[in-house]
């Protein structure tokens, strides 16, 4: 066990790349006692907990055209593009059964790292068990914005975590973990645009100006972010693994060619880095 921290960052069916850095790290019995997941960071870090290479992986890349799973239609009957009750019943329940026991036994601390709608700000919910509590907390995670209703945990209105701290390097360092490796999905000089969509998330949620300020001044908070990111990589704080070329996969990519590839960038790129992150690790 690493004393230390593990930051998966979200990005849609682009975080795919994630699902081949876990399985390196599943591969090479790496575990860290803190792992903190994104929206679809949060949903692979469930397979890497419970020690399942390929699960992740298979959960985006064979799934992502059944319309059960991801779809418009599922959008306009249930007000979620990603299929609820398909998502947290029938595929860790029988179609890419889940090892809940392996999960339960782990020492590694997982957080659900989610944006309260009513403050704009992020709040990092543990996931303790993989019963009905965790998964809406990891589900909360991954509800993104204009595509899935808000989740309501404890009294309070949660979305998508990548909203208020897309990568919560300084809420790991904060939490102590001195070693802390963090996985992007977007390369080095990635600089992130305004949202395009404002306006219309300025109407839906009018209700919650201070999730319409976050919404707007996401993408300045990102950028910060990432220059934080490069500043303690550089200064050897941190480790970084991602990509080294920008994203040939969409947020909402469907092509399976496309998205084994990136994947298996993933996994390369773990696996070039290994030695290094050791050696970071270990220093």
């Not at 930051?7 to 019995?29: H, M, N, P, Q």
């Not at 907990?49 to 799973?69: G, P, V």
């Not at 991954?142 to 945990?153: A, F």
Request: aromatic share 12%; proline share 3%; glycine share 8%.
């Amino acid at each position: 066990m690493i004393q230390g921290g593990l930051v998966l960052e979200g990005g849609g069916t682009r975080a795919v790349y994630s699902t081949g850095v876990i399985d390196f790290f599943i591969e090479k019995d790496i575990e860290f006692s803190s792992v903190y997941g994104v929206s679809a960071g949060a949903v692979h870090a469930c397979s890497y907990l419970s020690k399942q290479k390929y699960r992740a992986r298979d959960l985006f890349i064979e799934y992502i055209n059944d319309d059960r799973y991801a779809s418009f239609k599922n959008l306009i009957k249930t007000g979620d593009y990603f299929g609820k009750e398909f998502s947290l019943k029938e595929i860790p329940n029988k179609l890419l059964p889940y090892d809940f026991e392996t999960y339960k036994k782990s020492q590694s601390k997982f957080y659900a790292v989610v944006t309260n709608v009513g403050t704009g700000k992020a709040e990092y919910l543990q996931v303790h068990d993989m019963d009905d509590a965790g998964l809406e907390n990891v589900w909360a995670s991954g509800s993104l914005p204009l595509m899935s209703r808000l989740v309501e945990i404890n009294g309070n209105k949660y979305l998508d975590g990548g909203v208020a701290d897309s990568i919560p390097v300084l809420k790991s360092l904060e939490d102590g973990n001195e070693k802390t490796v963090v996985v992007c999905t977007q390369h080095k000089d990635y600089v992130k645009e305004p949202n395009k969509l404002i306006s219309a998330i300025k109407f839906k949620y009018r209700k919650y100006p201070e999730f319409v300020k976050a919404m707007e001044n996401r993408h300045i908070f990102y950028n910060k972010t990432m220059e934080e990111i490069n500043r303690l990589e550089a200064e050897g704080k941190i480790f970084v693994i991602r990509p080294k070329m920008p994203a040939t996969v969409g947020r909402l990519e469907k092509d399976k060619e496309i998205l084994h590839k990136w994947y298996q960038t993933g996994y390369d790129d773990a696996k070039e880095a290994y030695d290094r992150m050791m050696d970071f690790i270990n220093k």
